[in-house]
């Protein structure tokens, strides 16, 4: 959607929440997945829960209806991305999924053609281009293309991913990481998608214990303060500089994969 006037550029994709859920409008989906309790104990994310209700409390007030997935297998991620996203495959086989991911559904917690974006944030344990399931199993980041990419209700529409996962092994003593073994990968990056990782290939991401990952925080506090002025690209710079000066030492430098062929605004007035 293109948008001109009200010191706006042409290529400015300002959204306006045309899709109806109840009484309240929203933007479309925002599907937010969280690994935190692991089947072996030991890779427990101890902290990572205080980053589900800053991304939810921060999506809602962007204007999307929140979808909150905990807590699933390697495998799980994938078809809960394929089921939102209406692919092909998402078609619900087992009994585990049919309890995990039926009221998706039945609660209309779907990509719709009414929506004007869509948003995913993956919180796990990861490596290069891989994030883990509680059960260790691989979920290749690259699929996300795959699956999301086909479907036509987004077609030419922002789809913006925030991922908190190490991509490397690199961890100072003084904090948390979220690595995992794993191996490189090259991960491409289409037109209408936008990534942005917690940290730079090949290094870890860090989270504190009481508080939460430190981007996070920082995407919180960032966007909260300037979605109604700000694009998109504009706030992800931010959040990534605020992470790599805050912190002494090379320890956290995030990274930014995409550009969108215009700036996208959640609530510029027009």
Not at 4 to 12: E, R
Not at 99 to 122: H, P
Not at 187 to 210: C, E, M, Y
Not at 234 to 256: A, C, F, R, W, Y
Request: glycine letters at 8%; proline letters at 3%; charged letters at 30%.
């Amino acid at each position: 959607k293109v948008s001109v006037g009200g010191g706006v550029s042409h290529d400015a994709y300002i959204m306006d929440k045309r899709r109806q859920m109840g009484e309240s409008y929203f933007h479309g989906i925002a599907l937010i997945i969280s690994n935190t309790k692991f089947l072996n104990q030991k890779y427990d994310r101890h902290g990572g829960e205080k980053d589900e209700p800053a991304l939810e409390t921060l999506f809602t007030k962007l204007g999307y209806k929140v979808v909150l997935l905990k807590n699933l297998r390697g495998a799980e991620i994938k078809r809960a991305i394929q089921i939102v996203t209406g692919h092909k495959d998402g078609k619900m086989k087992t009994n585990r999924d049919q309890d995990k991911f039926s009221t998706l559904s039945k609660d209309k917690l779907l990509v719709s053609s009414e929506d004007d974006s869509f948003v995913l944030c993956l919180m796990s344990h990861g490596k290069e281009n891989v994030v883990l399931g509680i059960d260790e199993k691989k979920f290749e980041i690259d699929d996300i293309f795959h699956i999301v990419g086909p479907c036509k209700d987004l077609l030419q529409k922002p789809k913006m991913v925030f991922i908190q996962a190490c991509r490397g092994d690199a961890t100072p003593d003084t904090a948390k990481s979220d690595a995992i073994p794993g191996s490189a990968k090259a991960v491409t990056h289409p037109d209408d998608f936008l990534f942005s990782f917690a940290t730079f290939f090949g290094h870890a991401a860090f989270r504190d214990k009481i508080y939460g990952s430190w981007y996070v925080k920082a995407l919180c506090s960032i966007f909260e303060s300037g979605y109604k002025m700000k694009d998109l690209d504009s706030m992800i710079t931010e959040v990534h500089n605020e992470i790599d000066m805050k912190h002494e030492g090379p320890l956290q430098v995030p990274e930014k994969r995409g550009t969108p062929k215009y700036k996208v605004y959640f609530d510029l007035k027009k």
